[in-house]
């Protein structure tokens, strides 16, 4: 029994010794979680920046083979220099990590709080690289027009009455490619306002009368629409899309005892059908005998054969006897 437990220790022991050996060789293939970055490829020896057993140390950072203070106030951006100078005493590894890989990003997100007022809004000094990365050259430099926040890249204002009639938009704003703006010169306030960029207000009386709307407004996919001329004039105004003018006359009036909810005529949204046996005091098997034995199978469309006057007026087959609204029936066939 002592043998064997003096066995696993030795066995232990040997396994730990070569790891630490291993590891003293190839420390960065044992112990780093990846490569450094491109600036510190330099550093050989994982004590330059690790105290055994602690872990990085910020002190070790500025010693003479690094980021001393002679070396940060020789950086070329002025602005970053007092900057870095002035949190030189305190702990670099607030704002900065490392073994993000070679072209990893080593800056943390830091409290802007604490950065001296007198650079605090000198946003371009730090952020150059996100800067040429959003819209290189395209705006100036004075972030603060736009950014108010230092917690958040996106929370954006801008006061548009500052460049109103100076400025085109386009300046800023790149000009949608679709064909509906290509009709229209580069006058965005014509539709737009720079409060909300989707509240729009376009005076379709500008349009020449004959504009055909889908050429802006795609036609709704639905099984009413389906049915309808592309002249939406017909239902809709160009003073409020909804609601709607429909005249239901042209298919058939829904008048007395027809005035009734869609579904009552058209089942399951499909207004492409119709049937009356919804109301129509009709036996449904007698009705299916009455067409099958005459060889007619598709008998829903009623007046595709019948025909009955509403108010005066006509609707169905013209060939075929009239049934009167108001309770007089023509001779069935």
């Known amino acids: 029994m002592k043998k064997t437990i003096t066995v696993v220790l030795l066995t232990t022991m040997v396994i730990i010794i070569l790891i630490w050996a291993v590891g003293l060789r190839f420390p960065t293939h044992i112990y780093s979680p990846d490569d450094l970055h491109k600036d510190h490829q330099g550093i050989q020896d994982c004590r330059q920046c690790h105290i055994p057993f602690k872990g990085a140390a910020s002190g ?19 602005l970053l220099s007092d900057l870095h ?4 005493r305190q702990d670099c590894l607030h704002c900065h990590t490392e073994h993000k890989g070679i072209a990893g990003k080593i800056t943390k997100p830091f409290d802007h709080k604490t950065i001296d007022v007198s ?17 290189p050259g395209k705006y100036n430099t004075d972030c603060n027009m736009c950014h108010i926040s230092t917690t958040g890249w996106k929370i954006i204002s801008f006061n548009h009455n500052t460049i109103l009639g100076k400025t085109a938009c386009t300046t800023c704003h790149s000009m949608p ?8 010169p580069e006058t965005c306030e014509t539709c737009h306002t720079t409060k909300n960029w989707r509240e729009i207000l376009f005076n ?11 050429e802006c407004h795609k036609k709704p996919s639905d099984n009413l ?5 592309e002249d939406c004039r017909v239902c809709h105004s160009t003073k409020k899309w909804k609601p709607a003018n429909f005249d239901h006359d042209t298919y058939f009036p829904l008048t007395g005892d027809h005035c009734v909810s ?18 129509h005091e009709h036996n449904t098997s007698h009705i299916r005998h009455e ?6 199978y598709d008998y829903g469309n009623c007046l595709r054969c019948h025909k009955m006057t509403v108010d005066g007026k006509s609707y169905g087959n013209p060939a075929a006897e009239a049934y009167d609204d108001e309770g007089d029936e023509g001779e069935d066939d």
Not at 119 to 135: G, N, S, W
Not at 225 to 229: E, G
């Open 177 to 184: 490619k679709d064909e509906k703006h290509k009709k229209f």
């Open 262 to 279: 869609c579904n009552i005529c058209h089942q399951s949204g499909n207004y492409q059908q119709y049937t009356c046996l919804n109301c």
């Open 291 to 296: 067409h099958e034995e005459h060889g007619i």
């Open 60 to 78: 070790l950072c500025m010693t003479s083979d690094c980021h001393t203070i002679d070396r940060l106030s020789q950086l070329s951006n002025k």
């Open 119 to 135: 650079i605090l809004h000198e946003c371009f000094a730090c952020h150059t690289v996100d800067y040429q990365k959003a819209h």
């Open 225 to 229: 629409h389906a049915t309808i001329s």
């Open 204 to 214: 379709h009386d500008a349009l020449d009368s004959m504009q055909v709307c889908i």
């Open 85 to 88: 100078i002035s949190y030189a």
